[in-house]
Nanobody, 127 residues
């Protein structure tokens, strides 16, 4: 079992930065990939960024590539999403997720592969 708790959301202006954090429970943190999804009002949940279980690979949605950076700290059981140059279209609830399977290396953007979800943290970017 993996429990996830996101923090770090808030209301900012366009161009500002935020860092989201995801605290994960469990001794097996290091064998899980972690992914950030987001969901804006009246829109479907969408993939944002993922970090592989080894930490050696990261993946990003085209809409955030070059602005967001995902990272993990196995010693602290933490996953981070550094968000720079925020835009109003980044406004959404951001969720941290872990896949059902350890050592996952599938389609990170497939929400159906994820069994563990945090409660979400709201990010609001005003113009």
């Amino acid at each position: 079992q993996v429990q996830l708790v996101e923090t770090g959301g808030g209301a900012v202006q366009a161009g500002d930065s935020l860092r989201l954090s995801c605290a994960a429970s469990g001794r097996t943190f290091r064998v899980y990939a972690f992914t950030w999804f987001r969901q804006a009002p009246d829109k479907e949940r969408e993939f944002v960024a993922a970090v592989s279980w080894s930490g050696g690979n990261t993946y990003y949605a085209d809409s955030v590539k070059g602005r967001f950076t995902i990272s993990r700290d196995n010693a602290k059981n933490m996953v981070y999403l550094q968000m720079n140059s925020l835009k109003p279209e980044d406004t959404a609830i951001y969720y941290c997720a872990a896949p059902k399977m350890a050592y996952y290396s599938g389609n990170y953007s497939n929400a159906g592969d994820y069994s563990y979800w945090g409660q979400g943290t709201q990010v609001t970017v005003s113009s």
